[in-house]
């Protein structure tokens, strides 16, 4: 299927180059980079809209401190996350490529989330400026609510001798 769109696009790419020979180079040129780059647009616009979970490499809103809501470890494969981004309402499906590493990292977040009731959270690396894989942990528990005695504290006393 990708392949078939990848065709498509270079022969349209070269119909464009082709079809504008009674213009200059610079004006040819600028037309297929500006094919180029609404091609980009169309494929970055076609994942965003479809269904399937997206490389996580390929978000383009801030995925830092993502709260983990669902995780599925393919072995080999790829490790599948449903994350609940900071700034969006709904969740998104993601893929990460597979590291053992990163799968028992996972595993070992969402236990200790679980143990201490809290939720997973994930901390992507910088994308394109750090190559190391995401880091995934147990968020801290609350703080147990202040309380407030207001007027009606009673301090006790020691009895009088």
């Known amino acids: 299927m990708i392949a078939v769109a990848v065709i498509f696009a270079f022969l ?3 119909f464009i180059f082709s079809v504008l020979p009674a213009v200059s180079l610079v004006r040819r040129l600028l037309s297929v980079g500006l094919f180029v ?3 980009a647009l169309v494929y970055g616009g076609g994942i965003e809209l479809l269904g399937r979970p997206k490389p996580l490499w390929l978000e383009w809103r801030d995925a ?3 709260r983990v809501l669902g995780a599925v470890p393919v072995e080999g494969e790829a490790i599948y996350v449903w994350l609940a981004l900071p700034n969006s309402p709904e969740p ?4 990460l490529p597979w590291s053992m590493g990163v799968a028992q990292q996972l595993q070992t977040a969402m236990s200790e989330a679980e143990a201490k009731g809290t939720t997973v959270q994930m901390m992507p690396s910088e994308v394109g400026l750090d190559d190391r ?3 995934f ?3 801290p528990q609350a703080p147990m609510p202040a309380k407030d005695y207001g007027d009606s504290a009673v301090i006790s006393q ?3 001798s």
């Open 12 to 14: 349209l790419g070269a």
């Open 158 to 160: 020691p009895p009088a």
């Open 133 to 135: 894989e995401p880091k």
């Open 64 to 66: 830092t401190a993502a």
């Open 137 to 139: 942990y147990a968020a």
């Open 37 to 39: 780059a609404l091609i």
């Open 92 to 95: 998104h499906a993601y893929t």
